[in-house]
């Protein structure tokens, strides 16, 4: 569907409150450039460097995956997925076959498929009902072969298993004595490390020399801390390893197996490392990524620093090497920025040129897009809270209408960039503001254990005080804020309008939960070794009912006077329906005002471009209608499941 441009065309866009202030706004983005499906996205470089694969919608507008030979115009589709679209693909090594996820209209059983390019057979590797696979790793020596952990034998846990590409035998690996989350192999497949879960919320880095050996503890992460494995080096004899042990952020160190001893290789005092650039066969740790106000890199490997120079040259953003071939001659890299789509290139790293590939959604390129501004204050008790504020274009920032949206997690944060959110409110005419309060990831962790037990608490403060500052800079009107978000921003939207009900003009919750202790009872069974950790920050449910009850909305529903829109998946598996389902009936006894839509094909957030495009037509309209920005009319959006209940 070509909704929008045809309407702006037609001047068939309804507006509510033609003010000056409209007027001087840039023309409406049609919703389905924010959206839609991408053009083209994820692309992915074949290990021998002769192919690309990526990400595009087919002639259904459906997303499939599509495969070019590089430096030719040969582009196919080789997937013909029905209806809920692909978003998740990698090749194998052995350079025939290609790998993507799917599940079943949002359930997260995620089952692994491989496309082979040679007969366009599609399999189903892992064809179990119920069960969710996440891939884990390949050998480029051993390139039939894919290492996957499944939880096969028992839903609350998962064991790793290898999987035969050739003929699709699924044979079992390793097993999970029960509290372990994740496992890493090293350079030859070998299972060789692994973190588990602890009683006291914590987590323990398990290490083996061989598979078949008893696990022996590395170190133990309280549950203050944070930390992961990133990998083995290429002789196994050192495991990199991301952690704040001994420090406030999230360090690179290098752990000696043999000795354990530990070195460490790269860290910032500010701000958690968030990521590493990994050679594809010799497994260095090449770079590592630090979010501050905008993504930096830090680099271990001079010839590595000397290309990313080199990049800088060819274009504004943040740069990312998205994929790169075995032999480390080409790379794909992406461009982000605040006010345009992700560009991504190809480059040859011998003769050091680049060349374009394609924009993730070119209706985006010369548009007047509003650009994302790194803003901190200080909250009620002296905490420094970061964030970001975005401002529409054309119009002086006073006395705006404003939304502040709020991100999920809660363990999570904001980030600079292209935000199709930001760019759909700002060009509707509303200010908005994103804040990582505390209990965000990536300050450290002080600041994110600032956040344990702080749902409704002082996490809420932290927006509410963001509020103030918007308002006493002068930028937001106080009397038309509006507070949105997804999952935990779901569950925040709904605080603000029943425990702060007179700070906001109304509320978009996206699957969020309405009561800690049912939503904590409901969490999927292989969340199960979670709990203690769930316990540490948020609460127990069995031990701390009463206090838990205190800090959810369900609970408080004769507080709110604000209208609230809610949108939710009806698969959901980490927030179930119910968790909207008893809120809407609370509010609708209480006689309290409410519009409810539910999807029946989605999960935990809205995959399905024609449902994405429903439900945030309802929202622009229901933010029209109390904070008086623009909308574009709803239209006939056909293929949607939303019912308004």
């Known amino acids: 569907m070509k909704m929008g441009w045809r309407l702006l065309a037609a001047g068939a866009l309804l507006m509510t409150g033609m003010t000056p202030t409209h007027a001087e706004l ?44 590089l430096g030719q115009n040969d582009d196919k589709p080789v997937t013909a997925d029905k209806k809920r679209g692909i978003r998740q693909h990698f090749w194998a090594f052995d350079g025939e076959h290609l790998c993507y996820l799917q ?66 035998a699924v044979d079992f690996d390793t097993d999970n004595p029960g509290m372990i989350l994740g496992f890493v192999a090293d350079a030859e497949n070998r299972v060789r490390a692994a973190v588990a879960a602890t009683p006291d919320g914590g987590f323990d880095l398990l290490y083996r020399d061989k598979p078949n050996q008893d696990w022996k503890k590395v170190r ?73 106000d905008k993504a930096d890199w830090q680099f ?34 992406s461009y982000s920025n605040d006010d345009g789509p992700v560009y991504y290139y190809t480059y040859d790293r011998g003769t050091k040129k680049a060349e374009l590939l394609f924009s993730h959604q070119p209706k985006l390129e010369g548009l007047k897009l509003a650009p994302m501004q790194p803003i901190s204050f200080k909250a009620r008790d002296g905490l420094v809270i970061h964030g970001y504020l975005s401002v529409p274009v054309g119009v002086e920032a006073k006395n705006l209408p404003t939304v502040l949206l709020v991100h999920g997690g809660p363990w999570a944060r904001d980030t600079w960039g292209y935000n199709p959110y930001v760019q759909w409110l700002t060009n509707r005419g509303y200010a908005v503001l994103q804040l990582n309060f505390r209990g965000s990831t990536g300050y450290g962790k002080r600041f994110l254990n600032a956040g344990n037990r702080e749902w409704a608490g002082k996490m809420h403060d932290d927006l509410i005080d963001g509020v103030h500052w918007i308002v006493k800079q002068g ?27 007179d ?130 009319t709803v239209g006939d959006i056909k293929g949607h499941s939303g019912e308004v209940r």
């Open 300 to 333: 271990l490997d001079e010839g590595v620093a000397a290309e990313f120079k080199n990049l800088a040259m060819v274009r504004k953003g943040e740069v990312n090497v998205a994929s790169r071939d075995l032999a480390d001659k080409t790379w794909i890299v």
């Open 503 to 632: 700070v906001f003009a109304c509320g978009v919750d996206i699957v969020g939960p309405s009561n800690i202790v049912s939503l904590l009872r409901t969490i999927p069974p292989y969340w199960a070794p979670m709990k203690a950790m769930f316990g540490k920050r948020v609460g127990d449910p069995d031990k701390d009912g009463s206090y838990l009850e205190s800090r959810s909305p369900l609970f408080f529903v004769d507080k709110i006077n604000r209208p609230l829109l809610i949108g939710q998946g009806a698969n959901d598996p980490r927030v179930k329906q119910s968790e909207s389902d008893q809120i809407v009936e609370a509010l609708r006894k209480a006689n309290k005002p409410v519009e409810y839509i539910v999807y029946t094909d989605e999960g935990h957030g809205f995959a399905r471009p024609e449902n994405r495009l429903h439900f945030h037509a309802k929202a622009e309209e229901f933010l029209a209608k109390y904070l008086n920005g623009r909308f574009e």
């Open 26 to 69: 840039p023309p409406l983005i049609p919703r389905d450039v924010l959206f839609g499906n991408p053009e083209r996205t994820s692309p992915q470089i074949s290990p021998d460097g002769k192919h690309l694969a990526y990400i595009a919608p087919d002639k259904k507008n459906v997303l499939q995956v599509w495969v070019r030979t």
């Open 103 to 168: 599940d079943t209209d949002g359930d997260e059983n995620f089952q692994l498929y491989s496309v082979s390019l040679k007969s366009g057979a599609v399999r189903n590797l892992t064809p179990f009902q119920g069960v969710r696979c996440q891939p884990m790793g390949a050998n480029p020596d051993k390139p039939d072969e894919l290492l996957v952990a499944l939880n096969l034998k028992n839903k609350a846990k998962f064991d790793v298993h290898r999987i035969n590409l050739k003929n699709g």
């Open 220 to 292: 133990h992460w309280t549950a203050e801390d944070q930390g992961q494995p990133v990998g083995f080096s290429g002789d196994g004899k050192t495991l990199y390893v991301i952690g704040n042990h001994d420090a406030d952020t999230q360090r690179l160190v290098a752990v000696d197996v043999a000795t354990l001893q530990e070195s460490v290789l790269a860290q910032d005092p500010q701000y958690d490392l968030s990521g590493a650039m990994v050679h594809p066969t010799k497994r260095t740790i090449e770079a590592v990524a630090v979010t501050r």
């Open 475 to 501: 930028v937001a009107d106080p009397n038309k804020v509006a507070i949105m978000g997804g999952s935990y921003g779901g569950y925040a939207t709904l605080v603000g309008l029943t425990f702060t009900p």
